[in-house]
């Protein structure tokens, strides 16, 4: 009789050690359950539409009727020796390398300006970045009318007694494309700011004060202290800036067209063109599939030299 209560207890033991262990289970195996909607809607929404458009890229399809040939790598052949495109691709790169250069060294330098602890940072910081809530067609407007060779830009230019500095900005093949620049850098400089001010807000500022009883001047302070510090949000502001560069449309198509001839065209509004305006949808498709492509080997080079730039800092 004694020994019965002990023999009962065990089985309830085992059953409790069990069920902690199918519980333990059950907790590891919960977050997968959880993201298969997710995962779901992402494979419906995204990578289904984007397997069956790249299949478009090697056939002739129109865009508007059911039936599409299968033209193998015809598409891609045209592309090589698409004059438009080639030339459009040039200035792909062009614009996404400038502007990842200039955009991110204003935004440095106006992010230095406002982590001072100055009166009117706060004020500052909202006009930096202000211009980047506008949607990039009505800055586009905005800039057409700056731009015209009556508008703003071109009268200042007179008052300043500067006449000779005045261009058609948007007319001109060998100036249109560095006025489009201007326009994506001085709507997005104030996005790099912001990205680099959390960065800077977040180095101690014990290091600064030890580097300077250690009598390094301003300039070795930035880039012993600073510039290490900062290399993640670096990293963040190119990686967004090339790609942002390489898949450039709105500003482009709104100010120019892609015009005067090919001076402003990007693989973006090459391939907007043949797909919805000429409808070689099958063209513009095996474009499409290029620039992502493009995108994705530069974005990934990218990322692998600047993380290996933050470990070494």
């Not at 809530?133 to 015209?148: C, E, G, K, N």
């Not at 449309?249 to 063109?273: C, M």
Request: hydrophobic share 55%; charged share 10%; with cysteine.
């Amino acid at each position: 009789m004694a020994g019965q209560p002990t023999g009962a207890a065990k089985p309830e033991g085992r059953g409790v050690f069990a069920l902690l262990r199918k519980g333990r289970r059950g907790r590891s195996q919960a977050p997968w359950i959880f993201l298969l909607p997710a995962l779901f809607m992402y494979a419906l929404v995204m990578i289904y539409p984007s397997l069956a458009g790249s299949w478009y890229a090697f056939t002739n399809w129109d865009g508007l009727t059911r039936t599409a040939s299968f033209v193998g790598l015809e598409n891609f052949r045209q592309l090589l020796q698409d004059s438009q495109a080639i030339a459009s691709l040039k200035n792909t790169i062009v614009l996404a390398v400038t502007v990842t250069i200039v955009q991110n060294a204003i935004g440095l330098l106006l992010a230095l300006g406002v982590n001072y602890n100055i009166k009117s940072r706060n004020v500052l910081r909202v006009i930096f970045f202000a211009s980047v809530v506008l949607t990039p067609v009505i800055v586009a407007f905005l800039w057409q009318y700056i731009y015209a060779p009556g508008g703003a830009l071109n009268r200042v230019l007179d008052l300043l007694h500067l006449g000779w500095l005045k261009q058609d900005w948007l007319g001109d093949p060998n100036v249109a494309l560095w006025a489009v620049i201007a326009v994506v850098i001085w709507q997005y400089a104030g996005y790099s700011m912001v990205i680099f001010l959390a960065g800077l807000q977040g180095v101690p500022q014990e290091l600064y004060e030890a580097a300077e009883i250690d009598g390094a001047g301003t300039l070795q302070r930035f880039w012993n202290v600073t510039r290490p510090m900062i290399a993640p949000a670096t990293t963040v502001n190119l990686m967004l800036s090339i790609i942002g560069g390489l898949r450039l449309f709105d500003q482009v198509f709104a100010l120019t067209g892609g015009g005067p001839g090919y001076a402003t065209e990007t693989l973006s509004t090459v391939l907007y063109k043949q797909a919805f305006i000429v409808g070689a949808y099958g063209y513009g498709t095996a474009i499409a599939l290029v620039l992502a492509l493009i995108v994705a080997c530069i974005a990934m080079i990218q990322l692998k030299v600047l993380r290996s730039q933050e470990v070494e800092a």
